[in-house]
Protein backbone atom coordinates (compact mmCIF):
# COMPACT_ATOMS: atom_id res chain seq x y z
CA UNK A 1 0.00 0.00 0.00
CA UNK A 2 1.33 3.39 -1.01
CA UNK A 3 1.09 6.62 0.89
CA UNK A 4 -1.45 8.07 -1.89
CA UNK A 5 -3.30 5.00 -1.23
CA UNK A 6 -3.48 5.36 2.37
CA UNK A 7 -4.56 9.57 1.92
CA UNK A 8 -7.28 7.91 -0.35
CA UNK A 9 -8.72 5.59 1.60
CA UNK A 10 -8.29 7.59 4.71
CA UNK A 11 -10.64 10.15 3.14
CA UNK A 12 -13.08 8.34 1.84
CA UNK A 13 -13.58 6.29 5.28
CA UNK A 14 -13.95 9.82 6.66
CA UNK A 15 -16.44 11.76 4.29
CA UNK A 16 -18.26 8.68 3.45
CA UNK A 17 -18.79 7.21 7.29
CA UNK A 18 -21.11 10.34 8.15
CA UNK A 19 -21.96 11.05 5.01
CA UNK A 20 -25.00 9.37 3.10
CA UNK A 21 -23.14 7.14 0.31
CA UNK A 22 -21.79 4.18 2.27
CA UNK A 23 -17.94 4.17 3.20
CA UNK A 24 -17.96 0.63 3.15
CA UNK A 25 -19.13 0.15 -0.37
CA UNK A 26 -16.60 2.95 -1.20
CA UNK A 27 -13.70 1.25 0.12
CA UNK A 28 -14.53 -2.02 -1.05
CA UNK A 29 -14.71 -0.36 -4.86
CA UNK A 30 -11.65 0.95 -4.52
CA UNK A 31 -10.13 -2.05 -2.85
CA UNK A 32 -11.12 -3.99 -6.09
CA UNK A 33 -9.49 -1.14 -8.47
CA UNK A 34 -6.67 -1.03 -6.58
CA UNK A 35 -6.09 -4.81 -5.83
CA UNK A 36 -5.32 -4.28 -2.49
CA UNK A 37 -5.43 -7.64 -0.83
CA UNK A 38 -8.75 -7.61 1.60
CA UNK A 39 -6.69 -9.78 4.31
CA UNK A 40 -3.85 -7.42 4.38
CA UNK A 41 -6.08 -3.86 4.99
CA UNK A 42 -8.48 -5.75 7.65
CA UNK A 43 -5.93 -3.83 10.41
CA UNK A 44 -5.66 -0.36 8.20
CA UNK A 45 -10.22 -0.95 8.07
CA UNK A 46 -9.94 -1.29 11.77
CA UNK A 47 -7.80 1.86 12.31
CA UNK A 48 -10.11 3.63 9.57
CA UNK A 49 -12.69 2.97 12.36
CA UNK A 50 -10.95 4.34 15.41
CA UNK A 51 -10.27 7.19 12.81
CA UNK A 52 -14.07 8.54 12.45
CA UNK A 53 -14.58 7.69 16.15
CA UNK A 54 -12.39 10.09 17.15
CA UNK A 55 -14.36 12.39 14.74
CA UNK A 56 -17.23 11.56 16.49
CA UNK A 57 -15.93 11.89 19.79
CA UNK A 58 -14.54 15.27 18.94
CA UNK A 59 -18.14 16.68 17.46
CA UNK A 60 -20.24 15.09 20.29
CA UNK A 61 -17.69 15.02 23.63
CA UNK A 62 -20.35 16.87 25.61
CA UNK A 63 -23.42 14.72 24.55
CA UNK A 64 -21.01 11.69 25.17
CA UNK A 65 -20.09 12.88 28.77
CA UNK A 66 -23.69 13.29 29.73
CA UNK A 67 -24.59 10.01 28.55
CA UNK A 68 -21.60 8.72 30.51
CA UNK A 69 -22.61 9.90 33.63
CA UNK A 70 -26.21 9.34 33.52
CA UNK A 71 -25.07 5.68 32.50
CA UNK A 72 -23.50 5.35 35.92
CA UNK A 73 -26.54 7.15 37.88
CA UNK A 74 -29.35 4.80 36.24
CA UNK A 75 -27.25 1.62 37.33
CA UNK A 76 -26.90 2.97 40.72
CA UNK A 77 -31.42 3.58 40.42
CA UNK A 78 -31.72 0.20 39.04
CA UNK A 79 -29.89 -1.33 41.79
CA UNK A 80 -31.65 0.49 44.54
CA UNK A 81 -34.85 -0.69 42.82
CA UNK A 82 -35.93 2.85 41.58
CA UNK A 83 -36.65 1.64 37.75
CA UNK A 84 -35.65 3.54 34.54
CA UNK A 85 -36.87 7.26 36.11
CA UNK A 86 -37.08 8.27 32.31
CA UNK A 87 -39.42 11.18 32.94
CA UNK A 88 -37.91 14.53 33.04
CA UNK A 89 -34.94 13.43 32.04
CA UNK A 90 -33.68 13.18 28.51
CA UNK A 91 -29.97 12.74 28.76
CA UNK A 92 -30.76 9.14 30.67
CA UNK A 93 -33.78 8.72 27.92
CA UNK A 94 -31.39 9.39 25.12
CA UNK A 95 -28.89 6.77 26.76
CA UNK A 96 -31.80 4.06 27.10
CA UNK A 97 -32.92 4.63 23.37
CA UNK A 98 -29.40 4.38 21.77
CA UNK A 99 -29.20 1.07 23.88
CA UNK A 100 -32.65 -0.09 22.17
CA UNK A 101 -31.62 0.84 19.24
CA UNK A 102 -28.22 -1.04 19.11
CA UNK A 103 -29.68 -4.51 19.81
CA UNK A 104 -31.23 -5.16 16.76
CA UNK A 105 -27.85 -4.18 15.13
CA UNK A 106 -25.80 -6.25 17.02
CA UNK A 107 -28.50 -9.46 16.86
CA UNK A 108 -28.79 -9.04 12.80
CA UNK A 109 -25.30 -8.38 12.53
CA UNK A 110 -23.95 -11.37 14.30
CA UNK A 111 -26.68 -13.77 12.94
CA UNK A 112 -26.07 -12.89 9.33
CA UNK A 113 -22.16 -11.55 9.31
CA UNK A 114 -20.99 -14.26 6.70
CA UNK A 115 -23.58 -13.15 4.56
CA UNK A 116 -23.18 -9.49 4.79
CA UNK A 117 -19.10 -10.22 4.62
CA UNK A 118 -19.48 -11.72 1.45
CA UNK A 119 -21.60 -9.21 0.05
CA UNK A 120 -18.15 -7.48 -0.54
CA UNK A 121 -16.59 -9.35 -3.20
CA UNK A 122 -19.52 -9.11 -4.73
CA UNK A 123 -19.46 -5.19 -7.07
CA UNK A 124 -22.96 -5.73 -8.19
CA UNK A 125 -24.31 -6.56 -4.46
CA UNK A 126 -22.57 -3.04 -3.70
CA UNK A 127 -23.83 -1.20 -6.78
CA UNK A 128 -27.45 -2.11 -5.50
CA UNK A 129 -26.59 -0.69 -2.16
CA UNK A 130 -25.98 2.36 -3.31
CA UNK A 131 -29.28 2.30 -4.92
CA UNK A 132 -31.28 1.28 -2.11
CA UNK A 133 -29.25 4.46 -0.62
CA UNK A 134 -30.50 6.51 -3.41
CA UNK A 135 -33.60 5.52 -2.62
CA UNK A 136 -34.18 5.81 1.08
CA UNK A 137 -32.53 9.16 0.54
CA UNK A 138 -34.70 10.77 -2.17
CA UNK A 139 -38.32 9.63 -0.62
CA UNK A 140 -37.51 10.05 3.15
CA UNK A 141 -37.08 13.96 1.88
CA UNK A 142 -40.03 13.93 0.34
CA UNK A 143 -42.48 12.36 3.18
CA UNK A 144 -40.50 13.55 6.43
CA UNK A 145 -42.04 16.34 8.69
CA UNK A 146 -41.43 15.13 12.37
CA UNK A 147 -41.51 17.18 15.40
CA UNK A 148 -40.56 14.65 18.23
CA UNK A 149 -37.75 15.59 20.38
CA UNK A 150 -35.97 12.95 22.44
CA UNK A 151 -38.43 13.23 25.28
CA UNK A 152 -41.40 12.34 23.04
CA UNK A 153 -39.92 8.93 21.47
CA UNK A 154 -41.26 5.41 22.21
CA UNK A 155 -38.73 2.08 22.50
CA UNK A 156 -40.64 1.57 19.18
CA UNK A 157 -38.85 4.35 17.55
CA UNK A 158 -35.11 2.81 18.25
CA UNK A 159 -36.15 -0.42 17.33
CA UNK A 160 -37.20 0.60 13.96
CA UNK A 161 -33.94 3.09 13.56
CA UNK A 162 -31.89 -0.03 15.00
CA UNK A 163 -33.47 -2.13 12.02
CA UNK A 164 -32.64 0.39 9.41
CA UNK A 165 -29.23 0.47 10.81
CA UNK A 166 -28.67 -3.21 10.70
CA UNK A 167 -29.63 -2.73 7.09
CA UNK A 168 -26.70 -0.87 6.50
CA UNK A 169 -24.27 -3.42 7.71
CA UNK A 170 -24.41 -4.32 3.77
CA UNK A 171 -22.01 -2.54 1.71
CA UNK A 172 -23.45 0.23 -0.31
CA UNK A 173 -25.93 0.68 2.24
CA UNK A 174 -25.12 4.13 3.52
CA UNK A 175 -25.37 3.63 7.49
CA UNK A 176 -25.84 7.19 8.60
CA UNK A 177 -28.46 7.35 5.05
CA UNK A 178 -30.05 4.55 6.40
CA UNK A 179 -30.11 5.75 10.62
CA UNK A 180 -31.24 9.34 9.05
CA UNK A 181 -33.99 7.60 6.95
CA UNK A 182 -35.29 5.52 10.01
CA UNK A 183 -34.73 8.45 12.48
CA UNK A 184 -37.03 10.43 10.09
CA UNK A 185 -39.62 8.23 9.71
CA UNK A 186 -40.35 7.84 13.25
CA UNK A 187 -41.25 11.16 12.55
CA UNK A 188 -38.35 12.60 15.07
CA UNK A 189 -37.04 16.81 13.91
CA UNK A 190 -34.79 16.93 11.75
CA UNK A 191 -31.91 17.95 14.70
CA UNK A 192 -32.84 15.29 17.16
CA UNK A 193 -32.84 12.56 13.74
CA UNK A 194 -29.43 13.55 12.87
CA UNK A 195 -28.15 13.51 16.68
CA UNK A 196 -29.70 10.28 17.06
CA UNK A 197 -28.58 8.87 13.99
CA UNK A 198 -24.80 9.53 14.45
CA UNK A 199 -24.90 8.71 18.51
CA UNK A 200 -26.12 4.88 18.00
CA UNK A 201 -23.15 4.79 15.41
CA UNK A 202 -20.72 4.78 18.25
CA UNK A 203 -22.05 1.57 19.75
CA UNK A 204 -21.72 0.31 16.41
CA UNK A 205 -18.26 1.10 15.02
CA UNK A 206 -17.02 0.46 18.74
CA UNK A 207 -18.85 -3.53 18.35
CA UNK A 208 -17.18 -3.98 14.99
CA UNK A 209 -13.99 -2.71 15.53
CA UNK A 210 -14.19 -5.49 18.43
CA UNK A 211 -15.19 -7.88 16.72
CA UNK A 212 -12.64 -7.35 13.49
CA UNK A 213 -9.67 -6.53 16.03
CA UNK A 214 -8.50 -9.95 16.78
CA UNK A 215 -8.39 -11.57 13.24
CA UNK A 216 -6.77 -7.99 12.04
CA UNK A 217 -3.84 -8.57 15.15
CA UNK A 218 -3.37 -11.86 13.76
CA UNK A 219 -2.98 -10.95 10.39
CA UNK A 220 -0.56 -7.88 11.06
CA UNK A 221 0.28 -5.50 8.59
CA UNK A 222 3.69 -5.43 6.73
CA UNK A 223 6.19 -2.58 8.00
CA UNK A 224 5.72 -0.44 4.95
CA UNK A 225 1.93 -0.25 5.75
CA UNK A 226 2.24 1.37 8.61
CA UNK A 227 3.12 4.52 7.40
CA UNK A 228 0.19 4.70 4.66
CA UNK A 229 -1.87 3.39 7.50
CA UNK A 230 -1.26 6.11 10.51
CA UNK A 231 -1.65 9.15 7.99
CA UNK A 232 -4.63 7.00 6.52
CA UNK A 233 -5.85 7.28 9.77
CA UNK A 234 -5.53 10.87 10.27
CA UNK A 235 -7.28 11.71 7.42
CA UNK A 236 -10.18 10.10 8.17
CA UNK A 237 -10.41 11.47 11.88
CA UNK A 238 -10.02 15.08 10.27
CA UNK A 239 -12.58 15.00 7.28
CA UNK A 240 -15.15 12.70 9.30
CA UNK A 241 -15.16 15.44 11.60
CA UNK A 242 -15.78 17.66 8.38
CA UNK A 243 -18.61 15.66 7.23
CA UNK A 244 -20.52 15.20 10.67
CA UNK A 245 -20.64 19.13 10.97
CA UNK A 246 -21.60 19.15 6.88
CA UNK A 247 -24.37 16.55 7.50
CA UNK A 248 -26.11 18.51 10.42
CA UNK A 249 -26.61 21.43 7.62
CA UNK A 250 -27.33 19.19 4.64
CA UNK A 251 -30.59 17.63 6.94
CA UNK A 252 -31.22 20.42 8.24
CA UNK A 253 -31.89 22.46 4.91
CA UNK A 254 -33.56 19.30 3.19
CA UNK A 255 -30.50 18.38 0.86
CA UNK A 256 -30.51 14.88 1.30
CA UNK A 257 -31.69 14.16 -2.47
CA UNK A 258 -28.10 15.44 -3.63
CA UNK A 259 -27.01 12.24 -2.44
CA UNK A 260 -29.68 10.36 -3.69
CA UNK A 261 -28.87 11.35 -7.03
CA UNK A 262 -24.96 10.55 -6.33
CA UNK A 263 -25.90 7.10 -5.34
CA UNK A 264 -27.60 6.41 -8.20
CA UNK A 265 -25.41 7.68 -10.40
CA UNK A 266 -22.57 5.39 -8.96
CA UNK A 267 -24.75 2.65 -8.23
CA UNK A 268 -25.19 2.38 -11.91
CA UNK A 269 -21.40 3.39 -12.82
CA UNK A 270 -20.58 0.51 -10.95
CA UNK A 271 -23.30 -2.06 -12.48
CA UNK A 272 -22.15 -0.76 -16.02
CA UNK A 273 -18.63 -1.82 -14.78
CA UNK A 274 -19.92 -5.45 -13.54
CA UNK A 275 -20.82 -5.83 -17.50
CA UNK A 276 -18.06 -5.17 -19.06
CA UNK A 277 -15.87 -7.62 -16.49
Not at 185 to 214: D, H, K, M
Amino acid sequence: MTFFEGILLGLVQGLAEFLPISSSGHLAILQQLFGIDGEQVLLFAVLLHLGTLLSLFAVYWKDILLLFKELFSLILDLLRGKGLCLENNETRKLGVMIIVATIPTAVIGLLFNDLFAGLYNSLTGIAIGLLITGTFLFFIERIASGKKAVKEMRYRDAILVGLFQSIAIAPGISRSGATITGSLLCGLNRETAVRFAFLISIPSILGAVVLEAPDALAEGLAPSFWGPVLLGMAVAAVTGYAAIKLMIRVVSNRKLTWFSYYTWGLGILVLLLTMTL
